[in-house]
């Protein structure tokens, strides 16, 4: 069965760095793209980034600059290296994956049909 499964998450100071991590069972992740996305309290969830098969990246604007995403297809996980974290970056985070093989990295919910359970994030001093 394919589960997809975020980890990392915790409680960071304004500034700080979290590296969250997707593993991925039940497939081989490295022939999909993965997207990241977060939902905070009373928002609606919102992409954060991507990654094809291919290795193709995709960024939000407030991840553009601060945030890494990037793929080890040994231990079939990707990541989500988070910098100069900000309040504004408290959310739960998720991963996803869509479907199909080799697909583009883009930048949309409705793409993806498998995800994760998330993982809180919580930027505060």
């Known amino acids: 069965q394919l589960q997809l499964e975020e980890s990392g998450g915790g409680l960071v100071q304004p500034g700080g760095s979290l590296r969250l991590s997707c593993a991925a069972s039940g497939f081989a992740l490295e022939d999909y793209a993965i997207g990241w996305f977060r939902q905070a309290p009373g928002k609606e969830r919102e992409a954060v980034s991507c990654?094809?098969?291919?290795?193709?990246?995709k960024y939000s604007d407030p991840a553009e600059g601060r945030f890494i995403i990037s793929r080890d297809n040994a231990k079939n996980t990707v990541y989500l290296q988070m910098n100069s974290l900000e309040p504004e970056d408290t959310a739960v985070y998720y991963c996803?994956?869509?479907?199909?093989?080799?697909?583009?990295?883009?930048?949309?919910?409705?793409?993806?049909?498998?995800w994760g359970q998330g993982t809180q994030v919580t930027v505060s001093s």
């Open positions: 990654i094809s098969s291919g290795g193709n990246r």
């Open positions: 996803a994956s869509p479907r199909t093989r080799f697909g583009r990295c883009v930048l949309e919910m409705t793409e993806y049909d498998y």
